[in-house]
């Protein structure tokens, strides 16, 4: 299908005009992936960002302590039962932090147990691979005795966010798929052009909805998010390259 209009053909102010916009345009998709970084980046509590950031504003993260954990799963074999038992108790108690090393608690002090039954492999000098995960102090020991629980950003924050996002994308993506049905580009690129770039959009901010109920769908808005965001790009730049270069003599 041919174009009703061709961009190259508009008069040139108002194809300086466009350019203006389409620049505007990349400038805010570039500023929006930043501030998606940095909005995120710490969601986990840990720096840089992960897909664990995403799961925790879109899903929430709820991972119990790695050492109860492995506790529970029964590691360490060697353990008796009664300290077992004892390590559970301090690590479901409200005196981690406190208790550690609690001096009242003689022998039966956790830091006391780890010490004799664990760190013969979980210490920095030993041989065992154990001692990728050292537990001889408690700056090590508290990353592992604490459940992570990261509630999911509230709903109302996210059909707030979703109602302006949702209309402005939209709007959005129409401007520009109606700017790339005008270029000289092949009919197969500007449909498929339209189809990828509206398809991941609707993907993308349904699946927000989604994540809550099942974590899977955070990976369908990093994907979707991913691939509208190059869409768009490219789009912006086929626009861009229509606009100025200059039509080919045709024979
Ligand atoms: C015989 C050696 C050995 C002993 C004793 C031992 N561990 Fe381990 N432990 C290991 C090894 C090996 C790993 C796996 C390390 C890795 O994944 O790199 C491990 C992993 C762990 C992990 C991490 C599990 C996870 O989430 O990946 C924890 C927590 C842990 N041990 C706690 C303990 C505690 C508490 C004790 C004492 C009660 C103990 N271990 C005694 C060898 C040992």
Not at 59 to 69: D, K, N, T, V
Not at 97 to 102: I, K, T, W, Y
Not at 107 to 126: G, Q, Y
Request: hydrophobic content about 50%; aromatic content about 6%.
């Amino acid at each position: 299908m041919n174009p009703p209009l061709r961009l190259r053909a508009l008069p040139f102010a108002l194809r300086a005009g466009l350019t203006g916009v389409a620049l505007a345009l990349l400038l805010g998709l570039w500023a929006s992936l930043d501030h998606l970084r940095t909005a995120h980046e710490k969601r986990d509590e840990l720096p840089g960002l992960s897909l664990d950031d995403l799961v925790a504003s879109y899903h929430g993260i709820h991972a119990p302590a790695r050492l109860a954990e492995s506790l529970r799963s029964g590691h360490a074999p060697e353990l008796p039962q009664a300290e077992r038992e004892s390590l559970l108790a301090w690590l479901g108690s409200k005196r981690v932090a406190e208790d550690f090393d609690n001096p009242d608690l003689g022998a039966k002090a956790p830091a006391e147990i780890l010490a004799a039954r664990c760190t013969n492999c979980h210490a920095r000098k030993s041989q065992d691979p154990g001692a990728r995960i050292p537990l001889e102090y408690w700056d090590d020991v508290k990353k592992l005795a604490f459940a992570r629980e990261l509630p999911a950003t509230p709903l109302e924050i996210v059909t707030t966010s979703l109602h302006a996002h949702a209309s402005s994308m939209a709007l959005l993506t129409l401007a520009v798929m109606a700017l790339c049905f005008c270029t000289r580009w092949p009919a197969w690129l500007r449909s498929g052009g339209a189809l990828v770039g509206g398809l991941a959009l609707v993907a993308d901010l349904s699946s927000w909805l989604s994540a809550r109920e099942s974590a899977a769908f955070v990976y369908v808005i990093a994907a979707a998010g991913a691939l509208w965001s190059v869409w768009m790009a490219l789009a912006l730049v086929s626009i861009l390259l229509e606009l100025w270069l200059p039509e080919r003599e045709r024979t």
